[in-house]
């Protein structure tokens, strides 16, 4: 590649002005992406509620534990769906000198909070099933099989939908919603046996809702233990995947000028990314045209991942690492 020449101050300012545009446009493209998980987990916050108050009263009504235990998975879904978005809110708050890096983790501790409170709900409700595994009680009526049925259809719908608003803004609890809607259908498809065994066979088989609430509880303490160990390893600066650092190398090298990259680092925080690099310039460069050049790989950077809320770059000179002696001559750098 070809080294730049220098930058003229006019040059500079145009460049500072292009720079201006492309940040407001990848400004709007996080906020549409915000938008969009807002209105998702917003959605499924009133479904849920709307499923965990049906479930709960079906339950309670027709004497099915397994339908309890089904009230109680939506519910809690309910309170993570509450923390994602309180913590999307707060993770649109624009950096200040105390927090120079925003609040896009917001996300990230709230699910890991929520993940332990589900975890700790769990053991009890799993407690107080094996309690009632050997005590009898009416069987449920047959109309609780259609509230089950309902509950999987809607459940897997939400899977689908939520999956796909996931993907497309790279939210990691919005990830985590989505198969939790999987594994609640997964969850009702075992209530729906259960309360079928239960049904038809009658007083013989109903330990049958107890095994089928069982089996609720340990799909939500599982999905639970993998949110709270996602979470936390995006709070301890969770590399991207591989193959969006590789999109990311491909638009620096693209820059006029740009030798090598020594380093690339892009770490997530919530749906947004922080991105780090060392950046090889050809060491004849002035500071001026260096710093230039600099900007513009951000600037690219930006303009082609609207995901990045920030690009720290360090530069240095191409093969440096060759010429120790010399660098340190021109330094006057004693030996």
């Known amino acids: 590649m070809t080294a730049p020449t220098e930058t003229s101050p006019a040059a500079a300012i145009q460049t500072g002005s292009s720079m201006a545009n492309t940040s407001i446009s990848a400004a709007g493209v996080r906020k549409a992406l915000y938008r969009e998980?807002?209105?998702?987990?917003?959605?499924?916050?009133?479904?849920?509620?709307?499923?965990?108050?049906?479930?709960?009263?079906a339950g309670l009504v027709g004497q099915s534990f397994a339908l309890l235990a089904d009230a109680f998975n939506s519910i809690s879904d309910c309170v993570t769906s509450s923390?994602?978005?309180?913590?999307?809110?707060?993770?649109?708050?624009?950096?200040?000198?105390?927090?120079?890096?925003?609040y896009s983790k917001a996300e990230a501790l709230a699910g890991s909070h929520v993940a332990l409170l589900i975890l700790m709900s769990c053991l009890l409700l799993g407690w107080e099933a094996v309690e009632r595994l050997f005590v009898l009680h009416p069987v449920p009526p047959i109309w609780t099989l259609g509230v089950a049925a309902a509950n999987?259809?809607?459940?897997?719908?939400?899977?689908?939908?939520?999956?796909?608003?996931?993907?497309?803004t790279g939210s990691t609890a919005l990830l985590a919603h989505a198969w939790d809607h999987r594994n609640d259908a997964l969850c009702s498809l075992a209530v729906l046996i259960g309360l079928s065994v239960v049904i038809v066979g009658g007083q013989t088989w109903i330990?049958?809702?107890?095994?089928?609430?069982?089996?609720?509880?340990?799909?939500?303490?599982?999905?639970?233990?993998?949110?709270?160990?996602?979470?936390?390893?995006?709070?301890?600066?969770?590399q991207v995947d591989g193959t969006v650092i590789e999109?990311?190398?491909?638009?620096?090298?693209k820059v006029p000028g740009v030798v090598g990259i020594e380093?690339?680092?892009?770490?997530?925080?919530?749906?947004?990314?922080?991105?780090?690099l060392h950046l090889e310039l050809p060491a004849t460069l002035s500071v001026f045209a260096g710093h230039a050049l600099a900007h513009e790989v951000k600037e690219r950077l930006m303009a082609h991942h609207p995901m990045l809320r920030d690009v720290i770059?360090?530069?240095?000179p191409a093969g440096h690492h060759d010429h120790p002696h010399e660098v340190e001559s021109r330094l006057g750098v004693a030996n």
């Open 37 to 57: 998980a807002l209105f998702a987990a917003w959605l499924g916050l009133w479904i849920n509620l709307g499923l965990g108050v049906m479930k709960l009263i």
């Open 83 to 102: 923390a994602v978005i309180f913590a999307l809110y707060l993770s649109q708050k624009p950096a200040d000198p105390h927090h120079p890096y925003g």
């Open 152 to 168: 999987i259809v809607i459940k897997e719908s939400l899977y689908w939908y939520k999956i796909r608003i996931a993907r497309n």
């Open 207 to 238: 330990a049958a809702d107890e095994v089928a609430s069982l089996v609720v509880v340990v799909a939500v303490g599982v999905s639970a233990a993998s949110l709270f160990r996602q979470s936390l390893r995006e709070m301890l600066d969770l």
């Open 247 to 253: 999109s990311m190398r491909e638009t620096v090298e």
């Open 263 to 276: 380093k690339f680092r892009v770490r997530k925080s919530g749906i947004e990314q922080i991105a780090e």
């Open 313 to 316: 770059i360090h530069v240095e």
